[in-house]
């Protein structure tokens, strides 16, 4: 497709990289489970509560990640299928500044602001 959503296909393919990126850099550094849990008879409490905690903050963030990546995938859809730009529930068009804050996004502000406070 040629045409006015070019850079922003762009935009959303380095988008989705970099997030995909970011997750593998998650996973790979949650390859030292075993050891987390061969060690933690050695460990203090805390310290054992503070990996914990870390190892649920890594998989909260690939959950997110995930999630954004899925929305990525459904604009780039958007795209292909012209309805980009498209607020979903109005149907009026989304401000080209929305898209350039959050080039996934499915709603325009006032809906936004309206999903929110419901």
């Known amino acids: 497709m040629t045409g006015t959503y070019d850079n922003r296909r762009a935009e959303l393919l380095a988008m989705r990289g970099r997030i995909l990126g970011a997750a593998q850099d998650i996973v790979d ?4 489970d075993s050891e987390l849990s061969s060690a933690a008879g050695d460990q203090h409490l805390a310290d054992h509560a503070s ?3 870390d190892r649920e903050v890594d998989e909260s963030l690939e959950e997110n990640a995930e999630s954004i990546v ?25 401000p080209e ?18 999903e929110e406070r419901a």
């Open 97 to 114: 500044e929305r898209l350039a804050a959050v080039p996934y996004a499915v709603l325009c502000v006032t809906c936004k602001r309206e």
């Open 70 to 94: 899925e929305e990525i995938d459904a604009a780039l859809r958007r795209i292909e299928e012209g309805t980009y730009g498209t607020c979903i529930r109005c149907g009026n068009p989304i």
């Open 29 to 32: 550094g949650d390859t030292d």
């Open 51 to 53: 990996e914990m905690f």
